[in-house]
Structure formats: structure tokens, C-alpha cells
């Protein structure tokens, strides 16, 4: 008997200890394997790839548990003034105030609060979407249902900001308030119906402007819609759907006093601009560089990240929740993404009606208002590493720069930040090979340019001699082959052709200067080099495949998976093909004269000056940077048109056109082979459907039986 | 004797008049008496057992004096649990279905359920008195099917049933119930499949006026206690051995593809359910491997915190064919639907070690696992070589990456010893075939070129007997991407129930997208043989371990129509092949039915899937087999944070694991094995080193011991006490933690008494 009250006993301490733990949160330390939590990060090619979490799921706290009735409550946001955890629990009209630590501290009722020199003014905020304080403890409440924004302090009524009276907003929309932040002397609202930004108001609570509006998103719809527009009366254009800028959803102030803004809009999103940073004025402060910076790549229209809100952490870090998703993304200042993580689930990180995000510190804590919980999301040791390592990698301390990136190369080896940092270590060291090393690693093509600008500069200045020697060596042997071509070209005198005209070996050089005379020559005395066909036409597809690989890493996006040989076929061999095909079909019906094998010769010779360009591009690659790309651009533009002017002679030529008939064919053929493209493009299509209906049926069949 | 003669050919002219099927259901019903009253139908141990003619239990604990009933005496006037939730607890079993039209095919998208109280109160249930206990048929007139439960008492645990042959559809069910179903009730006659029936739905389900919990197996372990919460309630289902791998895509995408649903694992099949004054714990016996396990817990809309089993008969899957969604239920054969669930009443509450302890000794019993000596040391997940994108004259094609080879495996091995580290064991992942990954059937032990040759392995397989270091030469040999070995892509692969290879794609959770390529799984005879041949030629080998990790944790069915295999003949498999493997074996994240052939467990799961439903978790898993099966923590350095999982290997007895690869990690950027990311060797040995260092003086003490406490002191603070009478307790907090005589643990660490 004694030993069973000692084991009851012992369950009785065992369940309360377990109550004790859960009363108020499912808590468990970050020892949960990666394929059971999932984080993820973009490699350059904007490609998912896998990375340790950067933050984990601590904690879940359920607010049921608070000493305050929550039947019926309604939790719509949250906010923390560095001091206490306020949640805004819309519902029951009321504020419930927290400890940092997320425990119970105190309520504020509506009833609570005194009208002072506001009296007679009903004080619910039922249906209230936002909250703020202020430092002053001044408690900022976005009444949405009522469409004002109470200022309360010490309970008491101290202000209400309620819809301006201006022309700048239609009467007849709403003033539906559901974020207010302050920042100097103004108030920032956001309300959900008006699209054209953030109302400013001064500290008399006075409406002094809009500010940091959208844009509207320049899509092809949008385009299409004001090409149509010209052409509709004034009542059609009315009539229909108009593009308005989109609405702004979430609202925060960074460490340094600006206003960060996010919005929901997909078009935004895939625009690049759906989470902008703004100074006083409502100027852009460019955050990262490039276009689809925010949020998750590769998805299209429809399925872009919607985000709804955004807090900045006590570090400047940008936290931004996507409400499609029920995703969270940080990143740094610059536009670094730290880390993603969360989704919609049953799981501890995961959410069911996320709707609300805050930093407490260098915490993150989603509000979930189905349940009334909060999440609180933690840094790892990944997470904070990758942290510290952009915190500091302007500060100087490269000694620091380098043992943090090393130890977050320890944790991802996939981790492009770190590849950076530790190209940046060896660029300030002045070892600029290892530098490029890393760049390169990191797939930062601008950063790997600088420190390749500084090892050129290094290198020619420890091989002067040798660069010298060289460059005499390549001008001497430029000038002997110019010298050479020259004289090639020139008829000596009582001869009845040049040199490089006379044999079938140096024609096709010939042709290159002299291109109505030699294709005519070409018909007449019928001086094709199969030789030289190979060799352009090799060197067509060698220059293609080659260059795909052996091109400088600033100039080459290429990456070796990438590469399908069938695919460089088509784009070479298959190209010319297709244009012999056409440009004879076209002749056919234009009277051209010219025979197929002619029509590739002319074709092939024709191709000689684009394809020494770019071997002459394959080199330079090497030798320039990404700012000197402008000398790789003129020297392939000067073979590309040369070689288009070598060829549309010849094709005159050959066909024995005028020059209005010889543009009207190169028209002509670049239809037909257009033309000849979709053909091939539509009976691989049908065949895959054909492919596909059979496969339905047959599926169906062995269902059936 | 004249008289005699007469009566004997009256009763043949009857018999042949019957017909032989007659006779014998006739026979069948008539040997079992059927019970019009509550009945008291058995005793054994401390258990009586009694039914009414409703089949509704009560078994009486004389042992505690509790009486556990079969469904929540009282829950008639629970105000919270009402409708379809009420329904379902008020019955002993739940019917799960789809309709089928005339052709056979399922006609309702939803699948339904059906309780077993709408048989009672349809006046539809039948009970009869069996030898040692009862026998309670439903027959479920709406959906034209009739299901049995049967219960017994055999050394004073409770056992529940359900016998294939008793489940009876469409034309046998309408066959059965000719001679006494009413008019009505045949008229509402509609033909369904069967897909899952769920068994005592609320059996020993908790209330909030009682204290204890729910233990479920999820991962390693997780509990929900009986405190309900304040919003709606919630409930999930956990399938024994994993999900179904050969079911269209089997993590399943939301319709608006905005949530994915990992799939939930219950590693082995057990559950409890513990009171105050009495705990019972449910072993399935028979069919876990078909069976799920439904969690519940307390909230607005149900007073309940309950788990109970479900039996999968029929497997349900979603395909959109020619455009159009259609929906498919697998064949079944009722031969494979047998499942039992044996209750064992612990005649008092437990705690978390007491039912890792009776759990323990019913395996044992049952030679499932066996006491083990092995010392701890250092586990190493080591990879081979992995094939990559690549080209060959510009034409794409997959080319072998070496990682590590085998003379790379030997130098660190040799380097770890050097440094002092005792006992290393090597899971060696990748090392011959095609890498990780297969490309035809693995269905030999041969050495890989790129790796070293015959002549490396064979100098590698010497220099781990020097050093006295077990490796494992892991095998996939189920999966396969191309025809060949002998197992055709085409004929051999598992399909799904729409005729399709059930093709194994890897799931980007961010796009909610699957890669465009995969792998297939062989059938159950094409696994077979291959396993038969691999062990064939590893037999050439002197005393080298195996390591079979996919076999672990990879159980599936194949729905082809010609060819099917249910999970049951598919664990058959394993088990037959498995049980021929005279050497060493090794398994990784295994399942309970790999626990009797491993000596060595890598990857035991560390945590739950950490539901919203469950208050805590808890290492079970470790609990049950520690001193029995060595096993260690999933891998250390592929975690971002690496102290805590040191230290949950400290906490559950688990021997630390490192993955690695010889040559730079960087390597794999860019691959389908990208998740290999902090897997250098040389990064990663400096800190493995130093963390072997710190955990091997407490493991060593304690690593033929089993678990006789585990206790949480307050949260992130643990305390494990061994049979030998050594304590460990972990801090995971930010603060030191001092325990009441005095023992301060420091933040982040951990202290051992004893």
C-alpha cells in the first residue's frame, strides 16, 4: 500500500510537472534533425538549395492559458516596445499586456479607459486589426471597424486620428486603419482600402500628405491595357478593370530611422519591389541588387509570395512573413537572405492562420489567430553566425570576417555569403587569385571582376617584359597577316586574278572584301572549297559548344550541367539548315537564281568575320573585366554585321536580285523560317498530345479491366 | 438400429438439401452462443471481461479496481463532444468507406465513415460468446458491409481482433443477410469499399477531470496529456512503418498548394494510455504494418483525449487522368486483412521508463531483441560517391563522383585511431553500384572502380580488423532507375493503382513542385532475389558487416494489378531475406520489425514530428533499447545547432554521429545530394574529436544499462537514471541548473552522478 502512494505520488509530481511545463507552451530545445524542420536559402542561379535552419521553432505559447477569459477572443496583432509584448486581442476589445518572456502581466480593457476631453466617444475597438507604442508608452490602436486610430495613454484618451478631410482620398473609400507606426514628429497609417500609400499625419494628428505609394507594376496585361486604351472612348475606359498601384500591407521602422514597408501584391513581388525601404521624404532606398530579389524564385504569377507583414530586429534585420505561404524570410539591409523557414501545418513552425510577425531581440514570433498562440522562432548557431558574419563584413575586422565566414563554411558549404566573405578576406589581403577563387565559388561575377581588375594590374605589372614581348608578337603577327590579306587582294598587274581570288583555298577570304564579285565568280566559275565549308561551319559549332564552357567566368552565365549538345546543334547546324531551306524555297518563288549548295556557301563564307569575332571574344573573356564588356560588344557587333552584310550581298548575288527584291527574300526567308520552326515546333506538340491521349487511353482501359 | 439408420439419412438428405456452405456457417454461428444481456465472458489475471448485447465492454481491473470501459461512460450528456465526434466515440469500431457504382468503381470522391452505433441502434449487432471471449458482429446495412470484432483474454491482457474472412462486401455481405434483413434495410442497400476501420475509437480516452496522458510513437516518442486546450479540436494519424511510397506522390500537396503534409512515422507499435490509477498499453500483434495510429486531443468540440488504431484495408489515391480528377482504392485481399491488438493492463500508472520496461520484456520475450554488450565509440556516416550531371561529348549523361574512396575510408580511420578514439563504427553509404544513388538494381557485393577497386576494399576490409573498427557496407536494394541485374523497370517496378511506376520524386517544400526524374522500388520477388544475390556474393568476404538502411526505413506495397503486393508480403520479404544474413547488420532511422536483425542502430530518431497536439516528447524509442541495441543520434554536424544534439545523445545514451566525406564538400554543391553540405572531413574531425572526448567518460558507464527512470527536472533539464544506478542529467538551457543535493549543471552541458 505504502509503495502504491508512493508511486501515485510520484505520477501526481510527474504529471505536474508536465502541466507546469505545458500550461502555457510546447517547448523543446533544437535538437530535431533537419528533415523534420525545413529551411532553405537560393544559389545564384535563383535555384533552392539546401541549408542548415538559420532559425528554430523554440516554442509555442498558447494564450488560453493567460488568468483572463478567452473564450471568443481574437488575437490581430502584436507588438513589443523593448520593454513588455503587447497583443491586440480585437474580439473582446481589449489589450492583454506580456512580459519579454511572453508570461502574463496585465489587461487593458476598453471599458478601462477614460474619454478624458473626448467624452461620449464610444471607446470599443472591436474589429481592431493593428497596435503600437510609442516610447513614451503612448499605446496607438488601429480601430479598422470604426475607421480611426485611438491614442491612449495612462487609460486615458489622448487623441484620435480619424479619416482626413482631403481630395486626395475618394470619398467613398474607407479609412479601414490596420498598421501605425511613429517615427520624429510623424504618424504612418496604412489602411487597407487606400491603395495610393501611407497617410502621413502630424503630431496635431493633422493629415500632411500620402507617402512612398507603389508603383503600378509594369506587366504585359498593364501594357496591353494602355495600347487598347487609345483606341476606346472615355466610357469603355471606364468601364473597365483599371491597374491601380497596390496596396501597402505591413509597416516597420528600421535601426536607422527609415520606413520599411511591404506589400502583398504578387505583381510586386515578382517585380522586386515588395519591400521597399523609404526615407522622410518617401524616396526608394535601394535594398540589394537586381530584379525578383524578395521572396521565394522561380514561381510565376499566381503563385508569388504575398507579404503581409514585416518587423525589423534589433540587429536591422528585415523579417517579412509571407501570407501565401505562411513563410518567413529575413534578410539583411542589403537584401542578403539569412534564412527562410515556416509554412502552413500542423507541426510546432508551422502555422494554421498566421497573421501578425514581431522581433523580441533577435527573436521571431508569428501570431497565429486560430489557435491564439504565438511562435517564437530562435537563432541557431548557423543562423546567428551567418548574422554576425554580415553585421561586420563592413566593419574592417577581416581577421574576424575570416574565422566567422570559415565557420560558417564549416555548417554550409553551399553557402554563397561565406564563399563572399572569404573572397573579400583574401581581396583585402591583396591575395587577389584566392579572392577570385572564392567570388567564384560565390557566384558574385561584379565582386569576382574588381579583384580580377586588381590581379591583371598585379600581373602585368610583375610580367611586364613578358606582356610586352607578347603584345609585339600578336601586333607583328597582326600586321603581317593584314600585310598578307592585302596583298592577296590586290590583282597584280596582267593577272586575271588576285592571289587569294586564283585558288579555291584563299576565296573564301576573298570573298569577305569583294563579296559581289566573288559569289558571282562563285556561280561562274563554280570555285567552292569544301575546306573551307567544314572549317567555318566547325568553327561555327566549336566557337558555340566551346565558348559555353571556356569563356571567362565574369562574361558566362553557363554552368556545365546546363549544356545539351542537341541543343547547340539546332542552334548552329540546325540554324543553318533551316535558313538554306528557306532562303531556297523563298528563291523558288522569287525568281532567284541561286541553288542550294550555293546558298550555303554563301551562307558559310559569310560566317567567317562573325565567327573570328568570337574567337577574338573567346580570348578577351579572359583578359576583361565586366565594365570593359563594352570592346567585346563592338568587336562581335562589327562581325555580326559584317558577316550580314557579306552575306545579304551574296544572296543578291546568287539569286541575280535587285537590292529592293534581295531585302524583300532575306524578309521572306526569316518568315519562312520562322514559319518552318512553328512547324516543327507544332508537330512536336501534336505528338506529344497524340502521345498523351493514347497513354489516357490505355490508362483507362487497364482500369476498367 | 433401424430407427438410427432413418434419422442418419434424414439428417445427409437435410445436409445435401443445405448445401456444404450452409452447413458450415450454420456450424460456425452455432458452436459461439449469443449473449442478450451483459455478460461476463472471461477472467484471466487480474481481468474480468464483460460484454453486453450491444458490444459494449468493460474490463475490470481487480489489480487497481478500475474498470476500463470501451467507449466514455457519460459522454450522452457531454455537451462538447457531439455529432459526428460523439458518434465515433460512442462506438467500438468506425467504419471508413468510398461508394462504388455497378461497374466497381468508386463513385463518392469523400471517403465516409460509418459508426459502429448506427449498427446498435439499427438493431444490427450481434454478440456471441466465444471460448475465451466474445465475438460482435456489425452488419452495416447503409453501406452494404459487415465487420467482426472479436475479444479474448489470454494471460490477463486484452485482445481485439479482426479476422479477414469475417469482412464481408457487397454480394457476400447481401448473401449473408438475405434470410433475416428486413425490407427497409435492404432497400438502403449501397455497395462500398471498405478503406480503413478504426478500432475502439475511445477506449481508456482521458477527460479533463482525470490526470495522465497518451504516449504515441511518433518518431522517438511523444505524449499529449489530458488537459484539453481552449480552441478547436485537433487530431493525427500516424502510419505504423511510415507512408505509402507507392501511392501517386506520396507526400501529399493541399489543393491550393500552399501546405505540404510530412509524412508522420510511428517507428513501432505501441501506445498507452496513462491514468492515475490504472494505465493500459496497446502492442499491435498482428498487421501493424497496415495499420495507422489516431491521435485526438481535447479541445472545444471533443472532451477527449484518446488514441486509438486504425486497420488500412484499402489503400486510397488521387490521380488526374485525360484532365479529369478520378480517385482509386487498391485491391485487397482479405487474406492480408487480419490485424489483432493485444491490451496489457499495468495495474497502475507508469511512468515514461516503466512502459519502455514493459514494453521491453514483451519484445524480449518475444526474441525481437536480445541484451547486448557493445562498448560505445564514434559512429561515422561515410560517403562513397554519389553520380552527378555531366556530359559526354556534350551529350548529358550522369557521371560516378568518388567522395571518399576506400584507401581515403582506411586513412581516416587510422587518423581517428591514431587520436585515441576507441570502438569506431562506419556506415558506409555509397560505396559500390552507382554511389548513393542506383542506377540498375544493387544486386551485388562488388567493389566500385572509381573507388579503389577489389584490391583497395579488400585491403580496407584487413585494415578494419586491425584496427578493430566495424564497417557496414550499406546496400539500397530496392530502388533502381534503370532496367537491368535481372529486375526489369518495366515489369519489376512497384506500380500504383492506376497503373502507373509508383516513381519516387524528390519534393522541393518551397515550390511545393516535384523534380522532374526519380527512381522506381522493385517488387517484392525482385527484391528477394536481389537480396539473395547480394548476400551471395558478400558470403566471399570474411566476417564483413551489412548495413541495410533503406530496408529500415522503407516499407511499401506494390498495386499493380497482376503482381500486387501488400506491406504485409513486402515485410515478408525483408524478413525471410533479412533472417539468411549470417553476419553483422546494421540499419539506419529502423523500424521495430528491422530491431531483431540489427546489431547496430544509426539515426535513431531524436525527436517527434512535434504536432500542435502533443504537450512534450519523449524518448521512447532510446528508452526501449538502450542496453539492448546500440544506437546514436541522427547526424551531428548536418544539424545547425550542434551542442544540443550532443547533448540529446548524452540524454538518451546514444552514441554521437558524424557524416563525412574525404574530399571537400563543396563538391556536392549543385547535385541532387546537396543536403550533404557540412559533411568535409577535415572540418569536421577537430570537432568531433573534442565532443568524443567530452561524451565517451558518462556513455562508457552506462552503455549496457537499461533506462530505469527519465524524467524532465524543469523544462530543458533531464534526468536519466540506469540500471546500474549512474544518473546523467542534461541542461539545455542558458542557465546553470542546480539539482536539490547540489549538483550544478551548467548552461549548455551536462553532469553524471554514480
Avoid at chain 1, 210 to 226: C, H, M, P, R, Y
Avoid at chain 1, 485 to 502: D, N, Q, R, S, T
Avoid at chain 2, 66 to 82: A, F, H, L, M
Avoid at chain 2, 472 to 490: I, P
Wanted: net charge negative.
Amino acid at each position: 500500500m505504502k509503495e502504491k502512494i508512493i508511486k501515485i505520488f510520484a505520477l501526481m509530481i510527474c504529471v505536474a510537472t508536465l502541466f507546469s511545463l505545458n500550461a502555457a507552451a510546447a517547448e523543446y530545445p533544437n535538437y530535431q534533425s533537419k528533415s523534420q524542420y525545413y529551411s532553405y536559402e537560393y544559389n545564384a542561379y535563383d535555384e533552392l538549395s539546401e541549408a542548415p535552419n538559420g532559425y528554430y521553432p523554440a516554442s509555442t505559447v498558447y494564450f488560453d492559458n493567460l488568468p483572463l477569459d478567452m473564450s471568443g477572443s481574437k488575437l490581430t496583432d502584436i507588438f513589443y516596445d523593448e520593454k513588455d509584448i503587447y497583443l491586440l486581442d480585437s474580439a473582446n476589445s481589449r489589450i492583454i499586456i506580456l512580459n519579454k518572456d511572453l508570461s502574463y502581466k496585465s489587461v487593458l480593457n476598453h471599458t478601462d479607459i477614460s474619454s478624458g476631453e473626448f467624452e461620449g466617444t464610444d471607446l470599443s475597438f472591436v474589429g481592431a486589426r493593428g497596435i503600437y507604442v510609442e516610447d513614451n508608452g503612448q499605446i496607438l490602436i488601429c480601430d479598422t471597424e470604426h475607421q480611426r486610430i485611438l491614442l491612449v495613454k495612462d487609460n486615458v484618451l489622448t487623441g484620435i486620428i480619424s479619416r482626413p478631410q482631403t481630395t486626395v482620398i475618394a470619398e467613398d473609400i474607407k479609412f479601414d486603419v490596420t498598421k501605425v507606426i511613429r517615427t520624429g514628429a510623424n504618424y504612418y497609417v496604412v489602411a487597407e482600402s487606400i491603395v495610393s500609400g501611407v497617410l502621413v499625419f502630424n503630431e496635431e494628428l493633422e493629415f500632411v500628405k500620402l507617402f512612398g505609394s507603389n508603383k503600378v507594376a509594369v506587366t504585359g496585361e498593364v501594357l496591353l491595357q494602355q495600347i487598347q486604351n487609345l483606341y476606346m472612348t472615355d466610357e469603355q475606359i471606364a468601364a473597365r478593370r483599371s491597374f491601380s498601384a497596390s496596396k501597402i500591407n505591413g509597416i516597420d521602422i528600421d535601426r536607422k530611422g527609415f520606413v520599411v514597408v511591404a506589400s502583398s501584391d504578387p505583381d510586386l513581388t515578382l517585380a522586386g519591389s515588395a519591400i521597399r525601404c523609404l526615407n522622410f521624404k518617401g524616396g526608394e532606398i535601394t535594398i540589394g541588387q537586381g530584379s525578383k530579389k524578395f521572396g521565394d524564385k522561380l514561381i510565376v504569377k499566381g503563385t508569388a509570395n504575398a507579404f503581409s507583414d514585416i518587423a525589423v530586429d534589433e540587429s536591422n534585420f528585415y523579417v517579412v512573413f509571407d501570407s501565401k505561404y505562411g513563410r518567413v524570410f529575413v534578410y539583411s539591409e542589403k537584401g542578403v537572405l539569412i534564412t527562410c523557414f515556416g509554412g502552413i501545418g500542423s507541426e510546432m513552425g508551422l502555422f494554421t492562420t498566421p497573421i501578425a510577425i514581431e522581433t523580441i531581440g533577435s527573436d521571431i514570433v508569428v501570431l497565429d489567430s486560430q489557435y491564439n498562440s504565438v511562435t517564437v522562432f530562435k537563432l541557431t548557431d548557423y543562423g546567428r553566425i551567418k548574422r554576425e558574419l554580415i553585421s561586420i563584413i563592413d566593419g574592417g575586422d577581416f581577421e574576424k570576417i575570416g574565422v566567422l565566414a570559415n565557420r560558417l563554411l564549416k555548417y554550409n558549404t553551399n553557402c554563397q555569403y561565406a564563399h563572399y566573405a572569404m573572397g573579400f578576406v583574401a581581396e583585402q589581403a591583396g591575395d587577389y587569385k584566392t579572392a577570385m577563387s572564392f567570388y567564384k565559388s560565390a557566384n558574385d561575377r561584379t565582386s569576382y571582376g574588381q579583384a580580377f581588375k586588381l590581379y591583371r594590374t598585379q600581373f602585368l605589372k610583375d610580367n611586364v617584359l613578358w606582356v610586352l614581348l607578347i603584345a609585339i608578337v600578336i601586333i607583328v603577327a597582326l600586321a603581317m597577316g593584314i600585310s598578307y590579306i592585302a596583298k592577296g587582294l590586290k590583282k597584280p598587274e596582267g593577272a586575271v586574278y588576285a592571289p587569294l581570288e586564283a585558288k579555291k583555298s584563299g576565296f573564301a577570304i576573298y570573298c569577305l572584301f569583294h563579296p559581289a564579285d566573288s559569289f558571282w565568280q562563285i556561280k561562274q566559275r563554280k570555285i567552292l572549297s569544301p575546306v573551307w565549308l567544314a572549317i567555318v561551319l566547325g568553327l561555327f559549332v566549336y566557337t558555340n559548344v566551346v565558348g559555353f564552357f571556356t569563356n571567362g567566368f565574369i562574361h558566362n552565365m553557363n554552368r556545365a550541367q546546363d549544356f545539351n549538345v542537341i541543343i547547340e546543334l539546332a542552334k548552329t547546324f540546325g540554324l543553318i539548315t533551316v535558313f538554306v531551306v528557306a532562303n531556297w524555297a523563298i528563291c523558288t518563288i522569287t525568281d532567284g537564281k541561286g541553288k542550294p549548295m550555293e546558298i550555303l556557301y554563301t551562307a558559310a563564307y559569310s560566317l567567317i568575320p562573325y565567327v573570328t569575332a568570337q574567337l577574338i571574344k573567346m580570348v578577351l573573356t579572359h583578359i576583361l573585366t565586366g565594365e570593359e564588356t563594352i570592346i567585346i560588344s563592338i568587336i562581335t557587333g562589327i562581325g555580326l554585321i559584317w558577316s550580314g552584310l557579306v552575306m545579304f550581298v551574296g544572296l543578291l548575288t546568287i539569286h541575280e536580285y535587285s537590292v529592293g527584291k534581295a531585302v524583300f527574300s532575306v524578309l521572306l526567308t526569316i518568315f519562312g523560317m520562322l514559319v518552318i520552326l512553328l512547324l516543327i515546333v507544332m508537330f512536336y506538340t501534336l505528338m506529344g498530345q497524340t502521345l498523351s491521349f493514347v497513354q489516357s487511353i490505355i490508362q483507362e482501359y487497364s482500369l476498367q479491366h | 438400429m433401424k430407427k438410427i439408420i432413418k434419422k442418419i439419412s434424414v439428417l445427409i438428405l437435410i445436409l445435401a438439401l443445405l448445401g456444404c456452405e450452409g452447413l458450415l456457417s450454420f456450424a460456425a454461428d452455432s458452436s459461439d452462443q449469443q449473449i442478450t444481456g451483459k455478460t461476463v465472458i472471461g477472467e484471466s489475471g487480474n481481468i474480468v471481461l464483460s460484454v453486453d448485447e450491444f458490444g459494449h465492454f468493460e474490463a475490470l481491473n481487480k489489480a487497481s479496481g478500475y474498470t476500463w470501459n470501451s467507449y466514455p461512460v457519460g459522454i450522452e450528456n457531454d455537451t462538447k463532444t457531439v455529432g459526428i465526434s460523439r458518434r465515433h466515440f460512442q462506438s467500438e469500431l468506425v467504419v471508413n468507406y468510398v461508394y462504388r457504382d455497378e461497374f466497381g468503381k468508386t463513385s463518392s470522391y469523400e471517403e465516409n465513415s460509418v459508426a459502429g452505433i448506427e449498427a446498435v441502434e439499427g438493431g444490427a449487432v450481434s454478440v456471441y460468446k466465444t471460448e475465451n471471449g466474445a465475438k460482435v458482429v456489425y452488419d452495416f446495412y447503409s453501406i452494404c458491409a459487415s465487420v467482426a470484432l472479436h475479444y479474448s483474454l489470454n494471460e490477463g491482457h486484452l485482445s481485439v481482433e479482426i479476422k479477414g474472412e469475417d469482412i464481408l462486401e457487397g454480394d457476400a455481405f447481401k448473401k449473408k443477410v438475405k434470410d433475416y434483413a428486413t425490407t427497409e434495410q435492404l432497400e438502403v442497400i449501397q455497395p462500398s469499399y471498405i478503406t480503413s476501420i478504426r478500432v475502439l475509437p475511445a477506449f481508456g480516452a482521458g477527460t479533463e477531470n482525470e490526470n495522465g496522458y497518451v504516449f504515441v510513437p511518433d518518431g522517438s516518442g511523444a505524449y499529449m496529456d489530458f488537459k484539453p486546450t481552449t480552441h478547436v479540436a485537433q487530431n493525427v494519424t500516424i502510419p505504423f512503418y511510415g507512408p505509402e511510397y507507392a501511392i501517386d506522390e506520396y507526400g501529399v500537396i493541399s489543393e491550393e498548394f500552399a501546405s505540404v503534409t510530412r509524412p508522420l512515422k510511428a517507428y513501432f507499435p505501441m501506445y498507452a494510455i496513462v491514468k492515475d490509477n490504472d494505465s493500459i498499453m496497446g502492442v499491435i500483434e498482428t498487421g501493424e504494418e497496415r495499420s495507422a495510429l489516431n491521435a485526438f486531443k481535447a479541445g472545444i468540440s471533443n472532451a477527449y483525449t484518446v488514441a486509438s488504431p486504425s486497420m488500412i484495408y484499402r489503400e486510397i489515391s488521387h490521380n488526374v487522368i485525360g484532365g479529369r480528377k478520378v480517385q482509386g482504392v487498391s485491391l485487397t485481399d482479405s487474406s492480408f486483412a487480419d490485424f489483432k491488438i493485444d491490451y496489457y493492463f499495468l495495474n497502475d500508472s507508469v511512468d515514461f521508463a516503466g512502459l519502455a520496461k514493459q514494453y521491453r520484456a514483451l519484445l524480449e520475450a518475444d526474441e525481437r531483441i536480445a541484451k547486448s554488450e557493445a562498448e560505445y565509440g564514434l559512429a561515422l556516416n561515410v560517403i562513397g560517391a554519389i553520380d552527378v550531371d555531366s556530359h559526354f561529348l556534350g551529350i548529358p549523361c550522369r557521371r560516378i563522383k568518388a567522395l571518399t574512396t576506400y584507401e581515403q575510408l582506411g586513412n581516416i580511420i587510422t587518423e581517428l585511431s591514431e587520436n585515441g578514439i576507441e570502438d569506431i563504427s562506419v556506415n558506409y553509404i555509397g560505396w559500390n553500384n552507382n554511389g548513393i544513388q542506383n542506377k540498375k538494381i544493387n544486386n551485388s557485393f562488388k567493389a566500385l572502380g572509381k573507388l579503389g577497386g577489389k584490391s583497395d576494399l579488400n585491403k580496407l576490409i584487413s585494415l578494419s580488423k586491425e584496427k578493430d573498427t566495424k564497417i557496414y557496407f550499406d546496400a539500397d536494394l530496392q530502388s533502381f532507375k534503370k532496367s537491368g541485374n535481372g529486375v526489369s523497370k518495366l515489369k519489376n517496378a512497384v506500380k500504383t493503382m492506376f497503373d502507373k511506376q509508383a516513381l519516387q520524386r524528390k519534393l522541393s517544400y518551397a515550390t511545393f513542385s516535384y523534380e522532374s526524374s526519380g527512381y522506381v522500388l522493385a517488387d517484392a520477388a525482385s527484391f528477394s532475389k536481389s537480396f539473395k544475390n547480394y548476400i551471395k556474393t558478400a558470403d566471399k568476404y570474411d566476417d564483413i558487416a551489412l548495413s541495410f538502411n533503406s530496408i529500415a526505413s522503407r516499407l511499401y506495397s506494390n498495386f499493380d494489378n497482376r503482381n500486387p503486393d501488400t506491406r504485409t508480403e513486402m515485410l515478408d520479404a525483408y524478413e525471410k531475406s533479412l533472417s539468411t544474413v549470417k553476419t553483422q547488420l546494421s540499419a539506419a532511422d529502423a523500424y521495430s520489425y528491422m530491431w531483431k536483425y540489427a546489431d547496430k542502430i544509426f539515426e535513431a530518431p531524436a525527436s517527434s514530428s512535434r504536432q500542435r497536439i502533443y504537450d512534450g516528447e519523449i524518448p521512447m524509442y532510446q528508452m526501449i533499447l538502450h542496453g539492448y541495441i546500440p544506437y546514436t543520434v541522427p547526424s551531428i554536424n548536418s544539424n545547425a545547432n550542434r551542442k544540443e544534439l550532443l547533448l540529446r545523445a548524452v540524454e538518451t545514451g546514444s552514441e554521437l554521429l558524424f557524416t563525412v566525406m574525404y574530399e571537400n564538400a563543396e563538391m556536392v554543391n549543385g547535385t541532387d545530394f546537396d543536403y550533404l553540405y557540412s559533411t568535409t572531413y577535415k572540418e569536421v574531425k577537430a570537432e568531433a574529436l573534442e565532443m568524443y572526448d567530452r561524451y565517451i567518460e558518462v556513455t562508457k558507464r552506462v552503455c549496457d544499462a537499461t533506462v530505469e527512470s527519465y524524467k524532465q527536472l524543469q523544462y530543458g533539464v533531464s534526468e536519466t537514471i540506469y540500471s546500474n544506478g549512474v544518473s546523467v542529467i542534461v541542461n539545455y538551457t542558458d542557465t546553470e541548473y542546480t539539482t536539490a543535493d547540489g549538483l550544478t549543471v551548467p548552461a549548455l552541458d551536462f553532469k553524471h552522478r554514480g
